[in-house]
């Protein structure tokens, strides 16, 4: 049941009240970490690379189809969620040079980490230069050549769209402040049919062969523009830009949570009997939108959720280095120490609930022993005064958790 808008005086905003901090979203941190388990069945469903542990072969194919969207789904998530956060506890105090040093320690330390041991492990005697030099700079889903936007530690191509992101954010957030709130909702559906019209024009314009090496039924090129191309993914990041404008601004209806799960469900349904390419985003950005403000809502009416917990926010918190360690653990895991065995049922549960559980370990390691030493030495803010070169820049981030 859709009930009335929420009232503005309920949102602590911070561009009403720049010297408060917004208010926190706990179940929005708690939610990460399942978007990040949809892109690891994903990767564990493969038959090439052969991540997939079933033995038997219409199982194996049963869980490929069923988790086949699932890394579509997590990534577009973070997405908008990126867009989300970075706006909502967005300061106008803050500094162009501050955000991006805040932003660069936030996702490079993890990535470098993980790209050294992959190219230890496995990546590195098969990896040209021309394909590992751009991916540890985060530049290489630039690259259309598949060997490039796809190597070494292969969920690192997301961070390339990141990166963008974070570049542009302090270009962004004034005209999306400046929008009337009023012309929220028809920009939110600009971004949408934004999307739409990306898909179509790669499944109208680009040709459909030669096929991608994981047998996907579109060609590198479509697979590369559709999906990869930062450029492209722009639009989940500004919907989530006017998602948090338009909460803030009371503006978007109270929902429950279960219903945005149900949404959510019924949106990765039809991603999975929509051509190919639309399950990218298409298929599933309106129920994700739903869900990210349904729960952000959540957490300002103060009602307690199943993600609220600590544990939950515990592994949230863990969720991005869990995001980059999975398919290393995945891939050598499965091919190097395993050496590529299939199971039955029970043995192939087990065997994925172990290698997450691995995955696991190793993004508490990121997160102890990397990404929270480096935030705590180099991200804390040291000048607040407004400078001309590094800009105030209308409403940058103090500290976000995305």
Same mark, same amino acid.
């Given at each position: 049941?859709?009930?009335?808008?929420?009232?503005?005086?309920?949102?602590?905003?911070?561009?009403?009240? $720049?010297?408060?901090?917004?208010? $926190?979203?706990?179940?929005?941190?708690?939610?990460?970490?399942?978007?990040?388990?949809?892109?690891?069945?994903?990767?564990?469903?493969?038959?090439?690379?052969?991540?997939?542990?079933?033995?038997?072969? *219409?199982?194996?194919?049963?869980?490929?189809?069923?988790?086949?969207?699932?890394?579509?789904?997590?990534?577009?998530?973070?997405?908008?969620?990126?867009?989300?956060?970075?706006?909502?506890?967005?300061?106008? &105090? &803050?500094?162009?040079?501050?955000?991006?040093?805040?932003?660069?320690?936030?996702?490079?330390?993890?990535?470098?980490?993980?790209?050294?041991?992959?190219?230890?492990?496995?990546?590195?005697?098969?990896?040209?230069?021309?394909?590992?030099?751009?991916?540890?700079?985060?530049?290489?889903?630039?690259?259309?050549?598949?060997?490039?936007?796809?190597?070494?530690?292969? $969920?690192?191509?997301?961070?390339?769209?990141?990166?963008?992101?974070?570049?542009?954010?302090?270009?962004?957030?004034?005209?999306?402040?400046?929008?009337?709130?009023?012309?929220?909702?028809?920009?939110? *559906?600009?971004?949408?049919?934004?999307?739409?019209?990306?898909?179509?024009?790669?499944?109208?314009?680009?040709?459909?062969?030669?096929?991608?090496?994981?047998?996907?039924?579109?060609?590198?090129?479509?697979?590369?523009?559709?999906?990869?191309?930062?450029?492209?993914?722009?639009?989940?990041?500004?919907?989530?830009?006017?998602?948090?404008?338009?909460?803030?601004?009371?503006?978007? $209806?109270?929902?429950?949570?279960?219903?945005?799960?149900?949404?959510?469900?019924?949106?990765?349904?039809?991603?999975?009997?929509?051509?190919?390419?639309?399950?990218?985003?298409?298929?599933?950005?309106?129920?994700?939108?739903?869900?990210?403000?349904?729960?952000?809502?959540?957490?300002? &009416?103060?009602?307690?959720?199943?993600?609220?917990?600590?544990?939950?926010?515990?592994?949230?918190?863990?969720?991005?280095?869990?995001?980059?360690?999975?398919?290393?653990?995945?891939?050598?895991?499965?091919?190097?120490?395993?050496?590529?065995?299939?199971?039955?049922?029970?043995?192939?549960?087990?065997?994925?609930?172990?290698?997450?559980?691995?995955?696991?370990?190793? *993004?508490?390691?990121?997160?102890?022993?990397?990404?929270?030493?480096?935030?705590?030495?180099?991200?804390?803010?040291? &000048?607040?005064?407004?400078?001309?070169?590094?800009?105030?820049?209308?409403?940058?981030?103090?500290?976000?958790?995305?």
């Amino acid at each position: 049941m859709v009930t009335a808008p929420l009232p503005v005086r309920t949102v602590p905003s911070a561009d009403e009240t $720049p010297s408060r901090r917004p208010a $926190p979203l706990p179940s929005l941190t708690g939610l990460r970490f399942f978007a990040a388990v949809l892109v690891f069945f994903f990767h564990s469903s493969f038959f090439e690379p052969l991540t997939n542990p079933f033995a038997d072969r *219409g199982q194996a194919e049963g869980f490929q189809w069923l988790f086949s969207k699932a890394g579509w789904m997590g990534v577009s998530f973070f997405f908008v969620l990126s867009g989300f956060v970075l706006t909502w506890s967005s300061r106008r &105090d &803050d500094t162009v040079i501050g955000f991006w040093r805040r932003r660069l320690l936030k996702i490079f330390p993890n990535h470098v980490v993980m790209w050294a041991l992959a190219m230890l492990l496995f990546a590195g005697a098969a990896t040209p230069l021309t394909a590992w030099l751009p991916n540890l700079f985060l530049l290489h889903s630039w690259f259309p050549q598949h060997d490039i936007y796809i190597s070494v530690n292969a $969920p690192s191509w997301s961070l390339c769209s990141e990166l963008l992101f974070y570049l542009l954010f302090p270009f962004l957030i004034g005209p999306v402040r400046r929008i009337r709130t009023e012309r929220l909702w028809a920009w939110a *559906g600009a971004a949408v049919i934004g999307m739409t019209a990306l898909e179509t024009a790669v499944d109208l314009l680009v040709p459909d062969q030669p096929r991608t090496p994981e047998g996907f039924p579109i060609s590198s090129a479509q697979f590369w523009l559709g999906y990869n191309f930062p450029p492209g993914r722009l639009f989940e990041f500004v919907l989530g830009m006017l998602l948090a404008r338009l909460v803030l601004a009371g503006r978007f $209806p109270r929902i429950p949570v279960t219903a945005a799960v149900a949404l959510a469900v019924a949106g990765y349904a039809l991603a999975l009997n929509v051509p190919f390419l639309y399950g990218f985003t298409v298929a599933t950005i309106v129920p994700v939108a739903v869900l990210v403000c349904a729960v952000a809502m959540a957490d300002i &009416d103060g009602r307690r959720t199943l993600l609220s917990g600590r544990a939950m926010r515990w592994l949230g918190e863990v969720s991005f280095g869990f995001y980059m360690a999975q398919y290393v653990v995945l891939y050598y895991g499965r091919i190097h120490v395993l050496h590529n065995r299939t199971y039955g049922v029970l043995g192939g549960v087990l065997e994925l609930l172990a290698l997450l559980l691995v995955t696991l370990a190793l *993004g508490w390691l990121l997160m102890v022993c990397v990404e929270r030493p480096v935030m705590r030495r180099w991200a804390r803010p040291r &000048d607040r005064t407004p400078r001309t070169a590094a800009g105030p820049v209308g409403g940058l981030v103090a500290q976000s958790s995305d």
